[in-house]
């Protein structure tokens, strides 16, 4: 499935890595759940309830906080590309697809379509997991996130031609 959701350059990754060691992660992830509230609630709620079931909410969603930024950041330098704003609808598709594979089918195949479509992103995501206790289930999340994302964004397009 080619998406069209932007792709992370290492270039942008570091800087983005940058950004939240000189603003602190807790004010990063603050900006970054304040802009999900107002342009992407449906990712936010997904995010917090990912987060919650790990347990450690506010750790865990400087992960997902970072991950978001790191497609703004792309989206930004793309001429035309904003990053589609998820419906309950989309959600619902992708609960389905996760039901029909089950959650750790559906875990490595999300995995290994972001390491083809956006590897700097699921390096960026497996960096963060590898220092948690439950690497799956932010793996989980993450995948997610991107699928979703991918999944409103392939359907935005297709809806247009």
Do not use: W
Not at 99 to 104: F, M, R
Not at 112 to 121: I, M, S, T, Y
Not at 132 to 145: A, E, R
């Amino acid at each position: 499935m080619t998406t069209f959701v932007p792709r992370v350059s290492e270039l942008t990754r570091e800087r983005i890595s940058r950004e939240f060691d000189e603003f602190g992660p807790r004010a990063c992830r603050a900006e970054v759940t304040g802009l999900l509230a107002d342009e992407n609630p449906e990712i936010l709620d997904m995010m917090t309830r990912c987060a919650e079931d790990i347990g450690t909410t506010p750790d865990v969603m400087i992960g997902f906080a970072m991950f978001y930024r790191l497609l703004i950041a792309e989206a930004r330098m793309a001429p035309g590309l904003v990053l589609p704003r998820v419906t309950a609808e989309t959600r619902a598709l992708m609960v389905e697809e996760i039901t029909e594979l089950g959650e750790d089918q559906f875990t490595l195949a999300a995995c290994d379509q972001l390491g083809k479509d956006n590897p700097e992103l699921l390096r960026m995501a497996e960096s963060f997991a590898s220092r948690h206790t439950d690497y799956l289930g932010i793996m989980q999340g993450f995948c997610l996130v991107y699928g979703t994302l991918a999944l409103q964004s392939k359907l935005e397009r297709g809806s247009v031609h």
